[in-house]
């Protein structure tokens, strides 16, 4: 409507009436559809705002002054309230380099009418990280040149692109062929780096299920960090201590926006001195709910709590489960592979890859390799069963363990057979074999019995054996094959599938020892006599063992018993303490160079603390030295000619004489009989038999042949007849011993004979 003032005006205007009138109305229709307009222009800009706000975008208008003309939604997407703004009010909440970023576009396209298309991050109050996109276009008007643009939400679409790309890389990280540790750490920066965190850290369960221990982290060097991350690095947190052990406790995340406040946070002071503002701690769970770890991420920003991180640690503490359940089967399988799952010792693959490595190594130290396997174990399983076996072998592998000194690897390579890989040669590897006989002649109980074992040993050397570790391994079995052959384990009793055989044997085994223990044994004599004149020239101490219901047993009888059950060396003290109690009691009676031979076994010759007690017992007993000679088997000086010099020699200093016995089953030669201190040969009783024949008698002629060449004297086993007495004596045999001259006796007996002087053949008696 017209104001009345003017309506009066136009009235008097020359001309008046119906050209005034129809001005008057022509004003009033203009009137009318101008507001109609304005109407239907603020129904269409309400309209427009409403679909922008649905669409998430905005636009604005670039005046000439720079001024930015922003829509409803365009504000609030920049998280502004003004409508009317310049550049840096309306990137108020974006990074300054984007913001100089799309100022610089902007006079480009100002320019060259180059188009605006930009992505710009945006740190909003309340909604946090938001990214939009800037789109600006130039228009010509017939008054001037304008900008128009749009401005469009792209932020899930942004978010889906990072989770994607995250995901991703953490995924490879992980999954990667890596150490742990590396796995980890790399996981971290990919999402410090990804989402603008400044530091993460991962810590894991230990295997006893106490402590969190932080395992990786990560801290962009030069940040800052550095005092924060070494304090964190390898720290160890109980459950429910902490932040970290909170979150493991409540198995749910938590997300601080002020660190400086959070009274669980376990390095308060030190992360507020770094400028530490933000936190995200979140629990690793596996698929049974469990949790097993914990990572945390700091930042220096005030962050709000936003769908991004929160979603994708779902997936990170998957992924980190994951790797921990592969890295935990792993381990099981290398624990398959390289342990035994019976005693816990290595099993022979780890010792074959110990052995490569050693061997192969550019500076590569002599080393050796000890197989070694138990005499009589299956005598175990057949009487007690498998599972009292099994209880043996675990106690042998816990005692050696612990026994055998350290750097020795112990390996389990089957059944009852063994390994071990020494450092070192000479003295070291003869401490470890020592200690490995030991070990198995302990004695061991299982459900109510006591028994001990022997174990075959066999070494092989680096490098002078071989360099290849089958090569080695090899070597060493077959030595230890050897050694079982040529040791004196043959069974007590006729061997029988039968486990009340077995049992038998494990029940005489006590019984034996037992005898030992209460020194119930006995020490018989068996004459030596000089064939010459048939005078007494000494005697052979052999044992005799009493047994309750089967009688008087010779040594046939239980020394094969007593040799597989690791007894031999108790019953050799036996045999020198009765002798040499014998010999002091009745050195008055004695004539002189009377001496009384003593058996040593294969173990007894290899035990060095045996000899130190021979000393010992000759000086107690007042006996002198020479009153005693050992006998030791042929084939036990072949066995090791280099361990035979060194006893034979380390007795021959106490002034203690030596005679091979069995002399001509073994495979000596001349040039090792005469380097060694050897004053008797006795010529085995099977060659003494053999004397019927003629080829027997060329045989004996032979040794008594060589022995003269030596300068030994001999004497002859198995004599029974006169006629083999008078064609040994013929020959040249200075000796002889046999049931033609006496039995084996009581000391009693044997002191008889000295007062008579002489020991007639038995016929004669």
Same mark, same amino acid.
């Given at each position: 409507?017209?104001?009345?003032?003017?309506?009066?005006?136009?009235?008097?205007?020359?001309?008046?009436?119906?050209?005034?009138?129809?001005?008057?109305?022509?004003?009033?229709?203009?009137?009318?559809?101008?507001?109609?307009?304005?109407?239907?222009? /603020?129904?269409?800009?309400?309209?427009?705002?409403?679909?922008?706000?649905?669409?998430?975008?905005?636009?604005?208008?670039?005046?000439?002054?720079?001024?930015?003309?922003?829509?409803?939604?365009?504000?609030?997407?920049?998280?502004?309230?003004?409508? &009317?703004?310049?550049?840096?009010?309306?990137?108020?909440?974006?990074?300054?380099?984007?913001?100089?970023?799309?100022?610089?576009?902007?006079?480009?396209?100002?320019?060259?009418?180059?188009?605006?298309?930009?992505?710009?991050?945006?740190?909003?109050?309340?909604?946090? +990280?938001?990214?939009?996109?800037? *789109?600006?276009?130039?228009?010509?008007?017939?008054?001037?040149?304008?900008?128009?643009?749009?401005?469009?939400?792209?932020?899930?679409?942004?978010?889906?692109?990072?989770?994607?790309?995250?995901?991703? /890389?953490?995924?490879?990280?992980?999954?990667?062929?890596?150490?742990?540790? +590396?796995?980890?750490?790399?996981?971290?920066?990919?999402?410090?780096? #990804?989402?603008?965190?400044?530091?993460?850290? @991962?810590?894991?369960?230990?295997?006893?299920?106490?402590?969190?221990?932080?395992?990786?982290?990560?801290?962009?060097?030069?940040?800052?960090?550095?005092?924060?991350?070494?304090?964190? %690095?390898?720290?160890?947190?109980?459950?429910?201590?902490?932040?970290?052990?909170?979150?493991? =406790? =409540?198995?749910?995340?938590?997300?601080?926006?002020?660190?400086? =406040?959070?009274?669980?946070?376990?390095?308060?002071?030190?992360?507020?001195? !770094?400028?530490?503002?933000?936190?995200?701690?979140?629990?690793?769970?596996?698929?049974?709910?469990? @949790?097993?770890?914990?990572?945390?991420?700091?930042?220096?920003?005030?962050?709000?709590?936003?769908?991004?991180?929160?979603?994708?640690?779902?997936?990170?503490?998957?992924?980190?489960?994951?790797?921990?359940?592969?890295?935990?089967?792993?381990?099981?399988?290398?624990?398959?592979?390289?342990?035994?799952?019976?005693?816990?010792?290595?099993?022979?693959?780890?010792?074959?890859?110990?052995?490569?490595?050693?061997?192969?190594?550019?500076?590569? %130290?002599?080393?050796?390799?000890?197989?070694?396997?138990?005499?009589?174990?299956?005598?175990?399983?057949?009487?007690?069963?498998?599972?009292?076996?099994?209880?043996?072998?675990?106690?042998?592998?816990?005692?050696?363990?612990?026994?055998?000194?350290?750097?020795?690897?112990?390996?389990?390579?089957?059944?009852?057979?063994?390994?071990?890989?020494?450092?070192?040669?000479?003295?070291?590897?003869?401490?470890?074999?020592? #200690?490995?006989?030991?070990?198995?002649?302990?004695?061991?109980?299982? $459900?109510?019995?006591?028994?001990?074992?022997?174990?075959?040993?066999?070494?092989?050397?680096?490098?002078?054996?071989?360099?290849?570790?089958?090569?080695?391994?090899?070597?060493?079995?077959?030595?230890?094959?050897?050694?079982?052959?040529?040791?004196?384990?043959?069974?007590?009793?006729?061997?029988?599938?039968? *486990?009340?055989?077995?049992?038998?044997?494990?029940?005489?085994?006590?019984?034996?020892?037992?005898?030992?223990?209460?020194?119930?044994?006995?020490?018989?004599?068996?004459?030596?006599?000089?064939?010459?004149?048939?005078?007494?020239?000494?005697?052979?101490?052999?044992?005799?063992?009493?047994?309750?219901?089967?009688?008087?047993?010779?040594?046939?009888?239980?020394?094969?018993?007593?040799? *597989?059950?690791?007894?031999?060396?108790?019953?050799?003290?036996?045999?020198?303490? !009765?002798?040499?109690?014998?010999?002091?009691?009745?050195? =008055?009676?004695?004539?002189?160079?009377?001496?009384? &031979?003593? $058996?040593?076994?294969?173990?007894?010759?290899?035990?060095? /603390?045996?000899?130190?007690?021979?000393?010992?017992?000759?000086?107690?007993?007042?006996?002198?030295?020479?009153?005693?000679?050992?006998?030791? +088997?042929?084939?036990?000086?072949?066995?090791?000619?280099?361990?035979?010099?060194?006893?034979? #020699?380390?007795? *021959?200093?106490?002034?203690?004489?030596?005679?091979?016995?069995?002399?001509? +089953?073994?495979?000596?030669?001349?040039?090792?009989?005469?380097?060694?201190?050897?004053?008797?040969? /006795?010529?085995?009783?099977?060659?003494?038999?053999?004397?019927?024949?003629?080829?027997?008698?060329?045989?004996?002629?032979?040794?008594?042949?060589?022995?003269?060449?030596?300068?030994?004297?001999?004497?002859?086993?198995?004599?029974?007849?006169?006629?083999?007495?008078?064609?040994?004596?013929?020959?040249? @045999?200075?000796?002889?011993?046999?049931?033609?001259?006496? %039995?084996?006796?009581?000391?009693?007996?044997?002191?008889?004979?000295?007062?008579? #002087?002489?020991?007639?053949?038995?016929?004669?008696?």
């Amino acid at each position: 409507m017209l104001p009345p003032s003017l309506t009066q005006e136009l009235a008097v205007l020359p001309g008046g009436g119906v050209e005034t009138a129809e001005l008057l109305a022509r004003s009033q229709r203009l009137e009318v559809l101008l507001e109609h307009t304005s109407s239907s222009l /603020k129904s269409l800009e309400e309209r427009l705002n409403a679909s922008e706000s649905i669409a998430s975008f905005g636009h604005f208008k670039v005046d000439e002054f720079e001024r930015f003309q922003l829509s409803a939604s365009a504000r609030a997407l920049l998280g502004i309230e003004a409508a &009317n703004a310049s550049l840096d009010e309306a990137l108020a909440h974006a990074p300054s380099a984007d913001c100089d970023r799309f100022g610089a576009a902007l006079w480009q396209l100002i320019e060259s009418g180059q188009q605006v298309d930009l992505e710009v991050a945006l740190e909003l109050p309340q909604s946090g +990280t938001r990214w939009v996109r800037l *789109a600006v276009r130039r228009t010509q008007s017939a008054r001037s040149s304008e900008l128009y643009g749009l401005i469009i939400d792209v932020t899930e679409a942004r978010r889906e692109a990072v989770r994607r790309d995250i995901a991703l /890389k953490v995924s490879e990280a992980l999954l990667r062929d890596i150490e742990s540790q +590396t796995a980890y750490e790399s996981a971290l920066q990919t999402v410090c780096a #990804g989402l603008g965190w400044d530091m993460g850290s @991962c810590w894991l369960m230990d295997a006893r299920g106490q402590h969190l221990r932080c395992l990786a982290i990560h801290a962009p060097a030069g940040a800052g960090l550095e005092e924060l991350a070494d304090s964190t %690095r390898g720290r160890s947190l109980a459950s429910g201590q902490g932040m970290v052990g909170a979150v493991h =406790a =409540a198995r749910e995340a938590c997300w601080s926006d002020d660190v400086a =406040a959070e009274v669980r946070f376990a390095e308060r002071a030190l992360a507020e001195r !770094c400028g530490i503002r933000s936190a995200y701690t979140f629990p690793i769970l596996v698929d049974t709910g469990t @949790c097993i770890g914990v990572v945390q991420f700091l930042s220096r920003n005030p962050r709000r709590a936003d769908a991004l991180l929160p979603s994708l640690s779902q997936l990170i503490g998957t992924l980190l489960a994951q790797r921990v359940r592969r890295e935990s089967w792993i381990t099981r399988l290398r624990q398959v592979a390289e342990r035994d799952a019976l005693t816990g010792l290595y099993s022979r693959y780890a010792l074959m890859e110990r052995i490569w490595r050693l061997s192969g190594s550019a500076d590569a %130290r002599p080393f050796a390799v000890i197989s070694f396997d138990l005499n009589r174990f299956r005598l175990i399983n057949e009487a007690l069963g498998h599972e009292a076996g099994d209880l043996v072998l675990k106690a042998l592998a816990a005692r050696a363990q612990v026994q055998l000194p350290p750097g020795v690897r112990l390996a389990r390579l089957s059944g009852d057979e063994f390994a071990a890989l020494v450092p070192g040669e000479g003295v070291a590897v003869e401490r470890v074999v020592a #200690g490995i006989e030991a070990c198995a002649a302990e004695p061991v109980q299982v $459900n109510g019995y006591e028994f001990s074992l022997t174990a075959a040993v066999g070494v092989a050397r680096f490098p002078s054996d071989g360099s290849e570790a089958e090569a080695l391994l090899r070597d060493a079995d077959a030595r230890r094959r050897r050694s079982k052959r040529s040791s004196r384990s043959a069974p007590a009793l006729p061997r029988t599938a039968s *486990a009340a055989s077995a049992l038998t044997e494990i029940q005489l085994e006590q019984e034996l020892r037992n005898a030992i223990d209460s020194n119930t044994l006995e020490v018989h004599y068996q004459p030596i006599v000089r064939l010459s004149d048939s005078q007494l020239a000494g005697a052979e101490a052999l044992i005799r063992w009493r047994h309750p219901t089967r009688g008087l047993l010779t040594p046939a009888g239980f020394l094969p018993l007593a040799d *597989a059950a690791g007894l031999s060396r108790a019953i050799s003290r036996v045999v020198l303490g !009765c002798v040499t109690r014998d010999l002091g009691a009745a050195a =008055a009676l004695l004539p002189p160079g009377l001496r009384v &031979n003593v $058996n040593l076994s294969a173990l007894d010759f290899r035990d060095l /603390k045996l000899f130190k007690e021979i000393g010992e017992l000759l000086r107690v007993s007042g006996v002198a030295a020479e009153r005693l000679r050992f006998e030791i +088997t042929e084939s036990m000086l072949m066995e090791d000619v280099g361990m035979a010099e060194r006893v034979v #020699g380390l007795l *021959a200093d106490y002034g203690v004489e030596f005679a091979i016995d069995d002399f001509g +089953t073994g495979y000596s030669s001349l040039g090792q009989l005469a380097r060694l201190p050897v004053h008797e040969i /006795k010529i085995d009783q099977s060659f003494t038999a053999a004397m019927g024949s003629g080829r027997g008698k060329a045989v004996v002629r032979a040794v008594l042949d060589l022995a003269s060449r030596l300068g030994m004297p001999v004497t002859a086993e198995g004599v029974e007849s006169r006629e083999q007495s008078s064609t040994l004596a013929a020959y040249g @045999c200075e000796k002889g011993q046999g049931y033609l001259f006496g %039995r084996p006796a009581p000391f009693r007996d044997l002191l008889r004979l000295v007062t008579a #002087g002489n020991a007639r053949p038995v016929e004669q008696v």
